[in-house]
């Protein structure tokens, strides 16, 4: 005799797995927003991203917006943190951390940054002194209060050359002009990073070894410093380091 089927129960009913997890994600968050409130917080501070660089420039390189004149200020190509688009809690929570700033004229600005852990950078240019102009324009335009705020800088060695050449004396002059701007206009700043440039390959004529470039830096900086210390008495300038940009990928900043 032939067994009839038996019939198929809710367990037994088949469920494709993109639809399972969309199913398991939908009870998650439906238990998420169960949990007291001061534990919801604490996860969304939890899920705030570690130190981050945050490359700055003038303008953008969105389509329309250069062209904008309702809009000018900075721009950042790092990424925005997560929980600024979650939901409106965890971005409410986000922005006691992440502010927007660096518009100019007192202008709306379009970076997020936390001052206390971010690292805001001046990475090269193409063009002739474009990175050193790039810096002066930010630091002129931009908001004093909001410059006033960070606490984390990096510099790449771009803005002390001269087009594609390195001038001794020339950077010197720079080093000095950079660091007394950076005291005015950053009273706040508690480190400064110095980022050297690309490593030119072994074949090429402008090769220099990694440790020489570590050395004159660290020479042309420990100048600059001892000069700018000497013309203003009692300033006590931030802490600083040479770091490779490759430095701040391995701990998640770029």
């Not at 220099?208 to 470039?213: G, I």
Request: charged share 20%.
């Amino acid at each position: 005799m032939s067994s009839q089927p038996t019939p198929a129960t809710d367990t037994d009913t088949f469920i494709p797995g993109s639809t399972r997890q969309n199913l398991t994600r939908l009870t998650v968050q439906r238990n998420f927003c169960k949990l007291p409130t001061e534990l919801r917080l604490k996860i969304w501070n939890y899920n705030l991203p570690p130190t981050r660089l945050v490359p700055i420039q003038c303008g953008s390189s969105w389509p329309g917006c250069s062209d904008s004149l309702s809009w000018t200020g900075c721009t950042s190509p790092a990424a925005i943190p997560v929980n600024l688009h979650v939901c409106g809690e965890s971005r409410s929570e986000a922005l006691k951390y992440y502010g927007l700033g660096f518009g100019f004229a007192r202008g709306p600005g379009q970076v997020f940054l936390d001052p206390e852990r971010d690292i805001l950078y001046f990475g090269p240019r193409h063009g002739y002194m474009a990175a050193d102009s790039q810096f002066q324009t930010i630091m002129s335009m931009c908001d004093p209060e909001e410059l006033a705020l960070v606490r984390r800088l990096a510099i790449n060695d771009a803005l002390f050359w001269v087009d594609e050449s390195y001038r001794s004396m020339t950077a010197a002059s720079l080093s000095v002009e950079l660091l007394r701007r950076i005291q005015s206009r950053m009273p706040g700043l508690q480190e400064i990073i110095f980022v050297p440039r690309p490593e030119e390959s072994r074949d090429s004529e402008g090769y220099v070894e990694p440790t020489m470039v570590y050395v004159r830096m660290a020479r042309q900086i420990q100048t600059a410093l001892a000069t700018l210390c000497e013309q203003t008495p009692g300033w006590t300038p931030p802490c600083w380091s040479i770091l490779p940009l490759s430095a701040f990928k391995s701990v998640g900043a770029a």
